[in-house]
């Protein structure tokens, strides 16, 4: 094995590479984000844009693969995941013939080595190796999970390993996969294999579910949210679903950032899982989300963003690729966030829903049993391109607004935060940042700059002081004012031109929320008695 002069190669090192069974011809590791963008532009993995960012495309997929994620099925996990149509079952033999392949696939070939962490909590935190084949995807683990000191670097023992060869695929019949791409977690041998798909986002999405599954044994609850901090040290979460405004409504000018995305709350507090941000940046414009818009330069990620030809000015408009359209960048590219990204217990919990049938109100207060209800039932739609073959909203309900990353059953998760907001007295919002005036394709999006002013208005406790109403069908408490935000807005019937149309898709929704918690079994009745009351 060649080692490359500028990595950090000890013999320690080269033994864990020798004992995980891979013999490359080159390893490069933990390389500067410069030397990563020189290789991915050399190897014509990507182009640097005006911004200085780089530019690259993932091919066929755009987004998640769902149906291709798989977590083996042995001892460990039989009896404590929540198997069914979110996580599927594998077999821990053809995990291991699959694994055998890809060690050879690699054999003689270079490879780009990322050590570090998830997790900013030093008690929390977990090693972790990513292995890739491309170093445009070693840049996108370099800037979102959690970087080493090097010292750090130097003691490095992964925990958790996780390889990523894009160029390598499965063959469906003879390894058990349901197509040529696959993600593959093995919780016993603490493993995660991705191949197949050049999307970036099935890394930190996978290490998240790792996350998930272990800390609840440790009394730890995670979090898919961002999370900010005021001048105060006031702790804001923002949970939801992708494209429902955790990226862009956590990255406040006059509050902190702590993160975007994944976060973990223990005894000490909330911390952030990642060491940067993923942020979706389809019609991006400087005026709404300046801080996103000015993290977009050198050492950044574009995927799929299409870049003029002639200014190599990204074109944040264009959809031709895709919908899903992002940038991936260190959280130090965000003024003023916090490092280590780490908070206190958070005084407010916001929930964001894009409600893509317009019914829902704007903003409403929850009570804790509410706030379970809700966490459970995670309804929001999911939004274009975010998965394969989404090409527009659809309603749907995802656990712990999370389904997709959370391997044990939904109720674990719900359990944590009704502890959580007794013990800390955290006050609880559902925002719909979704569409007012009539559904998906006849109403209109709410704008960001009033549900910022709402988002405002509750981190401010400017809710706290106004009047409210009771939505008996929805059984929530709407205000009846919010700050920089019109009145007649936050009665989402108002906005409606045909009244008699948004009582039937208001019925249709509160009946689709009874019929999906009817699946949990064993929930306590003061639970399932703070959702939608149908006539």
């Known amino acids: 094995m060649t080692e490359n002069p500028k990595s950090t190669i ?4 080269t033994t864990q590479l020798e004992d995980f069974g891979i013999t490359p011809s080159t390893v490069h590791r933990n390389l500067p984000v410069a030397k990563l963008v ?19 495309k993932t091919g066929k997929y755009t987004g998640r693969s769902p149906d291709d994620r798989y977590i083996v099925f042995d001892d460990e996990t039989h009896e404590n995941v929540d198997w069914g149509k979110v996580n599927h079952q594998f077999p821990p033999g053809k995990f291991d013939k699959i694994f055998e392949k890809m060690k050879n696939f690699v054999d003689g070939k270079d490879l780009f080595i990322f050590d570090g962490f998830v997790g900013a909590d030093l008690e929390n935190r977990l090693a972790i190796r990513v292995i890739n084949d491309h170093a445009w995807q070693n840049l996108f683990a370099r800037q979102l999970f959690v970087r080493p000191s090097a010292a750090e670097l130097e003691s490095h023992e992964p925990e958790f390993t996780l390889m990523c060869i894009n160029d390598f695929e499965t063959i469906p019949e003879v390894d058990g996969t349901s197509s040529n791409v696959f993600i593959l977690i093995n ?3 603490k493993l995660v294999l991705i191949g197949g798909t050049s999307y970036a986002g099935e890394m930190k999405k996978s290490m998240f579910s790792v996350m998930n599954y272990i800390l609840p044994s440790r009394g730890v609850f995670p979090m898919h949210c961002s999370a900010n901090i005021g001048k105060d040290g006031d702790t804001a979460l923002f949970f939801g679903l992708s494209g429902t405004g955790k990226t862009s409504l956590s990255a406040d000018s006059i509050r902190m950032l702590i993160g975007d995305d994944e976060h973990g709350w223990s005894d000490k507090g909330a911390f952030n899982f990642e060491g940067g941000c993923y942020a979706k940046c389809i019609n991006l414009n400087q005026e709404s989300e300046p801080q996103i818009w000015n993290a977009i330069k050198s ?11 002639q200014t190599l000015k990204p074109d944040f408009n264009d959809s031709s690729l ?13 003024p003023g966030s916090i490092i280590p990204s780490i908070g206190g217990h958070p005084k407010v919990v916001i929930f964001l829903t894009a409600d893509a049938l317009g019914v829902l109100p704007p903003v409403s207060k929850l009570t804790k049993e509410g706030a379970m209800f809700h ?3 995670g309804y929001t739609s999911k939004l274009a391109g975010t998965e394969r073959g989404i090409k527009e909203p659809k309603a749907v309900f995802s656990e712990c607004f999370a389904a997709p990353f959370m391997p044990r059953p939904a109720s ?4 944590m935060l009704g502890e959580k907001i007794k013990k800390h007295n955290t006050i609880v919002y559902l925002i719909n940042t979704g569409w007012s005036g009539g559904a998906y394709g006849s109403g209109n999006r709410i704008k960001i700059q009033y549900s910022r002013a709402m988002v405002t208005a509750a981190l401010t ?7 409210y109403r009771h939505d008996d069908l929805f059984n929530l408490d709407i205000p009846t004012e919010c700050p920089n935000v019109p009145s007649e807005i936050l009665d989402p019937k108002n906005t409606w031109i045909d009244k008699d149309s948004y009582d039937l898709s208001a019925k249709k929704l509160a009946q689709m929320f009874v019929e999906n918690f009817n699946k949990f079994k064993n929930v306590p009745q003061e639970i399932r008695n703070a959702g939608p009351k149908l006539p």
Request: charged share 20%; hydrophobic share 45%.
């Open 38 to 56: 020189e290789i991915a532009v050399q190897k014509n993995e990507g182009i640097l844009t005006a911004t200085g960012s780089l530019s690259v």
């Open 10 to 13: 000890t013999s320690k090192f």
């Open 412 to 415: 674990v998760y719900a359990k």
């Open 299 to 309: 050492g950044a990620v574009l995927e799929n963003v299409v870049i003029d030809k």
């Open 322 to 334: 895709t919908e899903n359209t992002r940038a991936a960048y260190p959280l130090d590219y965000i």
């Open 375 to 377: 966490f459970m039932s």
């Open 461 to 467: 406790g400017a809710l706290d002081i106004v009047k």
């Open 187 to 189: 919780l016993s041998k």
